[in-house]
C-alpha cells in the first residue's frame, strides 16, 4: 500500500527565512507527487506537481519541490517565506495507472507558521 | 458555478442518526471524489465516480458508508448509523476526467465539517 510520510507536524520559522517542509513517500512502481496547500478556512488547492521530466518542479508563488528517486522524498522549499505563506501543507502521491492513477494518498500535513 | 461546492457546510448529528452529504462538482468534470480529514491528519480517499458509477469504493469504512451519483454531476454520500468515530471534514473534489496527468487535476470543495455527538 501507498503512504507518505511528513516528518514535521508544524514548522515555525520567522519572516524572509528559508523553509524545507519534508515528505518521503513509499512506492516501489511509478508515482506522481503534489504538494497541495490549505489556508486558514479555504479549501485545498494544487501548489505544484512531479509527474515526469525535470526533477525540479516550481509554483507560481516561490515554492519548489525536488524529486529524488533514490532517496523516495519530495521535498518543499522556499528561500525566502512570506507571512502569507502560513498554511498547511499537504504531500500526496498517486500512482500513474488503474485505480491507483486515480487517488491520491495524503500524508498527515505540515502546519508551516510563519512569524514576523 | 466556479468551484466545488459542498452543503452543508457544517453537520451536528447525534450517534445513531443517519447524514447525508452534498457534493456540486465543477460544471462539465466527468470524475468526482470522496475523501475524509480527521483532526489532525491528512485526507483519506473513500470513493471515486466516473460517470454515474462508482469505479474504486475501497476506502469506504464500512457498510454504513453508501455515495451515489446518479446524474452524473451531483453526489451524495450517506452515512447511517452514524458513530462518533465518524466525525472528521468531508472533502470532495472533482476532475476533468479520470487520472492525474498533465492537464487533469482534482479540485477539492470547501468540505462539511461532520460532528457526531
Known amino acids: 500500500a501507498q503512504s507518505v510520510t511528513q516528518l514535521d507536524s508544524q514548522v515555525p520559522v520567522f519572516e524572509e527565512a528559508p523553509v524545507e517542509l519534508r515528505c518521503n513517500y513509499s512506492?516501489?512502481?511509478?508515482?506522481?507527487l503534489f504538494w497541495y496547500v490549505q489556508y486558514p478556512n479555504q479549501g485545498l488547492q494544487l501548489l505544484l506537481k512531479y509527474l515526469s521530466g525535470s526533477t525540479l518542479v516550481e509554483s507560481i508563488n516561490g515554492f519548489e519541490a525536488e524529486f529524488n528517486k533514490s532517496q523516495t522524498s519530495f521535498h518543499l522549499r522556499k528561500p525566502s517565506v512570506h507571512i502569507s505563506d502560513t498554511a498547511e501543507y499537504f504531500c500526496?502521491?498517486?500512482?500513474?495507472?488503474?485505480?491507483?492513477?486515480?487517488?491520491?494518498?495524503f500524508g498527515g500535513g505540515t502546519r508551516l507558521m510563519v512569524k514576523p | 458555478g466556479a468551484g466545488v461546492s459542498q452543503t452543508p457546510s457544517n453537520k451536528v448529528t447525534e450517534k445513531g442518526k443517519y447524514v447525508e452529504l452534498r457534493c456540486d462538482p465543477i460544471s462539465g468534470h466527468t470524475a468526482l471524489y470522496w475523501y475524509r480529514q480527521s483532526l489532525g491528519q491528512g485526507p483519506e480517499f473513500l470513493i471515486y465516480f466516473q460517470g454515474t458509477g462508482a469505479a474504486d469504493d475501497s476506502g469506504l469504512p464500512n457498510d454504513r458508508f453508501f455515495a451515489v451519483r446518479p446524474e452524473g454531476s451531483v453526489s451524495t454520500l450517506k452515512i447511517q448509523r452514524t458513530e462518533r468515530g465518524d466525525s472528521a471534514v468531508y472533502l470532495c473534489a472533482s476532475s476533468l476526467t479520470i487520472g492525474l496527468a498533465t492537464g487533469n487535476e482534482q479540485f477539492f470543495g470547501p468540505g462539511t465539517r461532520l460532528t457526531v455527538l
Open positions: 500526496a502521491q498517486s500512482g500513474v495507472e488503474g485505480n491507483a492513477g486515480n487517488m491520491l494518498t
Open positions: 512506492s516501489s512502481v511509478s508515482v506522481y
